[in-house]
């Protein structure tokens, strides 16, 4: 998968308690994407990074944080999860953004929220 | 209204079938045009990409763009079981994502 690694590949959490999700490339590319995919949704933009430091949000960003302290790793946070939240959550990397947007995504996280 | 629509199927074709995979969309800013391929349990992948109108062949699949009409085509000739998986469109800029059709190719 382009050099992206995604961690936990399964995670079963507790509704209230906070969750992280970690997406690491070996690509060095500029943009980092974290989408969820949910039946009869595809895949929906949750927020995305143009850099270390730069984030900015997506489609459906409410209840989610993420973070960009290297330009290798790109964490998401669930402050405090709900049963919504309930999806497989998906990195993408790409070079460029606004035109030919050029995805590799991860293996995925499947995460059920109880 | 979404900004992609897709048919989500299922679709199912025996083994050498030819398939259509359509998408529509809504704003006729957008520019390029891709399909994505996601097997089972995996993460999707970039298969093709057009930019404006018109057709771009690849072995056994052609993307197709009209842009006059807002629709988008992946055809797949002489299809295998190897291509079960579900097809995902996606425009840009701003990507945006159909929703997957999902397609089996029983042998």
Redesign the interface.
């Known amino acids: ?1 382009a050099g ?1 690694t995604q961690s936990p590949r399964h995670k079963v959490t507790e509704t209230g308690t906070p969750v992280t999700l970690r997406c690491h490339q070996t690509e060095n590319h500029r943009y980092m994407y974290w989408y969820r995919q949910d039946p ?6 949750i927020h995305y990074s143009y850099g270390v430091k730069d984030t900015d949000k997506g489609e459906v960003s409410d209840g989610y944080s993420v973070s960009r302290s290297k330009t290798e790793d790109f964490l998401l946070t669930l402050e405090s999860a709900t049963s919504s939240q309930t999806s497989v959550y ?1 990195c ?1 990397i790409s070079e460029e ?12 996280t499947q995460l059920s929220v109880l | 209204q979404k900004e992609v629509e897709q048919d989500p199927g299922p679709l199912s074709v025996p083994e050498g079938a030819i398939v259509s995979l359509n998408c529509t969309y809504s704003n006729s800013a957008f520019q390029y045009f891709m399909w994505y391929r996601q097997y089972s349990r995996k993460g999707p992948e970039l298969l093709m990409y057009t930019y404006s109108s018109g057709n771009k062949e690849d072995g056994r699949f052609t993307a197709q763009v009209d842009k006059s009409s807002k629709y988008i085509s992946l055809f797949i000739r002489d299809s295998q079981p190897s291509d079960s998986a579900t097809y995902l469109c996606a425009v840009s800029r701003q990507l945006t994502f159909g929703s997957g059709t999902q397609l089996t190719v029983l042998p």
């Open positions: 998968d992206i009869g949704h595809g895949l929906r933009l998906f993408a953004r606004g035109r030919l947007e050029k995805l590799f995504f991860g293996s995925g």
